[in-house]
């Protein structure tokens, strides 16, 4: 049983959240488990109201599909929205295989992503299959640098070095997801809050915490779109703040500001 003790860093508010959730992962992929990483607010910046639990496992081989979504069904009893359940945080799992992503290459390979986002999704029955994600150069440059090893390794020797460019060209691919309205549909404060986290990434070359990004991004953005991130911000830290979907124009032109400096920054 790899899961048997908790290393004794670990927030106590999320100590039997985050058992049952292994005690989920461990029931469907047992042995196949080589490591299990925990990173994000948990560990780095402080666990917020509206904080994500993040979890990135690494199997042996990759994962059929009625594993997949044997996995998948069984996750969404041990998560919950945020801010709906007295117990439970949203959770965000990640599971790799090794061989997709040892030796790196980009885009890497993912063989599972869980989050609330996908709730609908799974309760009816439709399941991501694996796929290339450039967005995982950014995630194990983060689980490199911040995370608590579960099991198995610490992540920085697990885990090849990112190279700088793959982060980069990760950042600008992920900044070019968002085109519609429809792109940020009931995801505006989280979508706000990637957008300053990139641009503080792109330039200082590290990674922050959401509600750090944010306050960076507050001192250097002209007045005209401080607005949009302090309310993001305000609404990730339980604060009252304006309802973001509201305000679709400001957002777009958020967007296009901070995709000007990232490419003026990356592209040059």
Avoid: C
């Avoid at 959240?17 to 488990?33: G, K, P, R, W």
Wanted: charged fraction near 25%; glycine fraction near 4%.
């Amino acid at each position: 049983m790899p899961y048997s003790t908790m290393p004794p860093e670990l927030p106590e508010s999320i100590a039997n959240q985050l058992f049952d959730a292994l005690s989920v992962l461990e029931n469907h992929l047992d042995e196949a488990i080589l490591a299990t990483h925990l990173f994000g607010s948990a560990i780095d910046g402080g666990l917020k109201p509206y904080s994500d639990i993040d979890l990135l496992i690494t199997v042996n081989a990759p994962l059929d599909e009625s594993t997949r979504a044997a996995l998948l069904t069984g996750l969404l009893s041990v998560s919950a929205f945020p801010g709906t359940h007295a117990e439970h945080r949203a959770l965000e799992v990640t599971v790799l295989a090794h061989e997709d992503v040892v030796p790196w290459r980009h885009p890497a390979r993912r063989q599972m992503q869980f989050g609330e986002w996908l709730r609908d999704d799974i309760n009816a029955g439709v399941f991501e299959p694996a796929m290339a994600d450039h967005d995982l150069a950014i995630l194990l440059a983060k689980v490199r640098r911040h995370s608590v090893a579960l099991y198995g390794p610490p992540a920085h020797e697990f885990f090849d070095e990112v190279p700088a460019i793959d982060l980069q060209r990760s950042l600008l691919e992920t900044l070019s997801q968002w085109n519609t309205e429809a792109d940020w549909e009931g995801d505006e404060r989280n979508i706000v809050l990637a957008l300053v986290r990139i641009w503080y990434t792109a330039m200082m070359g590290d990674i922050a915490s959401k509600d750090a990004a944010a306050g960076w991004a507050l001192q250097r953005l002209p007045l005209e779109h401080k607005h949009v991130v302090m309310a993001a911000r305000d609404a990730y830290l339980g604060l009252e703040a304006v309802d973001l979907a509201a305000y679709p124009k400001e957002r777009a032109a958020l967007l296009d500001y901070i995709r000007f400096s990232v490419r003026a920054k990356l592209e040059a």
